[in-house]
Every structure is written in C-alpha cells, then in structure tokens.
C-alpha cells in the first residue's frame, strides 16, 4: 500500500513538542528523539498521521464494552484479543498509569474501499502498523509498551482457521508479530481519542469538489511505557 501521507518526504505532520515550546533536556529530550523516530518509522510504513497525546487524554467509557456483547457482535469470544478473553477497560486503566505518551496512528483511505473486499487488508495493514511500532518502542527499551487496533485478529488474520489456538487451547497465536487487540474490547472512546488528537472524530473526511474522492479513516493506538 503506498504512502498517504501527503507529504513527499513520507513524514506527517506532527506536534511533537509541549505547548509551552522551549528546549527539553536529559532524559525527556532522549524520549522525545525517540518519538520522533517511532513517528517517521509509521508515517514511512504508511500512517497518514500520528499525534502524541498524554496518556490521561485516552477516555476509557466501560458501556462501550458492552457494544461487544449486546447486541453481540459475530467476533465475540473468538479470539484472545477480543471480550471476554481481555483484561478490559479496567487493564487498560491499569496500563494508562503506567504509560508516558499514547502515540494515536490515523489511517486515510478511500471511504469506499471500507465497504468492499479490500477492508480486511486496510485493518490488516493497520494492526501491522500499529505493531511495529510496538516493537520499535520494546527495542528502545519502552517494555511496557502495547499496541491496538480496531476489528477482531480472527477476522482479519485467522478468518480461515477453525478456532483460535489461544481461546481453544491448541497453542500459541498464529500472528503474533502483526495481531493486535482491538481498542473496542477495552473500552476507547476512539471519538474523544480523535478529538483530542485534533481531528474530526467522525469517520467521514471527504474533501469538497465534485471529482474528489470521498475518503475516510481507521484509527491505532500505542501505548508508550
């Protein structure tokens, strides 16, 4: 897929410092060079946008959790990433304390292509990203990092096995590199995420003119600790 970033260089733009500005030092200027890498590492992978938020602006709703189960959706149960398998927005409350910066990952696609065949790959490519960057920030030495997405791993990546290994007990996960949770599962209020990372926090992004294309976007998180 290529780069949507709308820009030629592959990086987005991004408001990476505080709102008073100034200069960092010592340790928080070494986390903040290490967010600007994670930042362009996602935008060249593919992330139309990234936003740095403090993790105390990720609003946890524990009704929304409840979206999973009433009425049920067809995922439910199905994998270790989805409820009732997850620790819920009480684990996430938990992680939150112990994070330092949730970087917000935006996905802008055609908004067309969500409701075609091509979805999964669009959800896919989003759990990959998210994932990556993961890894990225594990490998910095941020160990407690976590990453999710949106949409249930058996869906996108295991839609053509029987069961999942984990919730059957028959092993480990199939996609342990690119499988994320998805943020419904523990309660994300991925509207006020978006608000407060500036964008519109309605998935309808079109641009006016009559021959544009309607577009619209996916959203990650990743959890910095």
Known sequence: MENNTGDPTGKAEIGLYPSGGGQLAGPMKDMQQDMEMLIRQACLAGATEIRQLSPSE???????????????????????????????????????????????????????????????????????????IERSAVQLGYIGSKAFAGGSCKDLFCHDKPVCRVVSGQGACRNPSMARPSMSGFGINVGKMMESAGWPATNNTSHSGQSAEAMTWVAGLVMIG
């Open 58 to 132: 990720i609003v946890v709703d524990e009704r929304l959790v409840r979206f999973c189960s009433e009425p049920r959706c067809e995922n439910y149960g199905l994998s270790s990433s989805c409820p009732p398998h997850v620790a819920g927005p009480e684990g996430f409350s938990r992680l939150r304390e112990h994070c330092t910066i949730a970087l917000v990952v935006r996905l802008e696609v055609p908004s067309a292509v969500l409701f075609s065949n091509e979805r999964k790959e669009v959800m896919r490519f989003l759990h990959e990203i998210v994932a990556g």
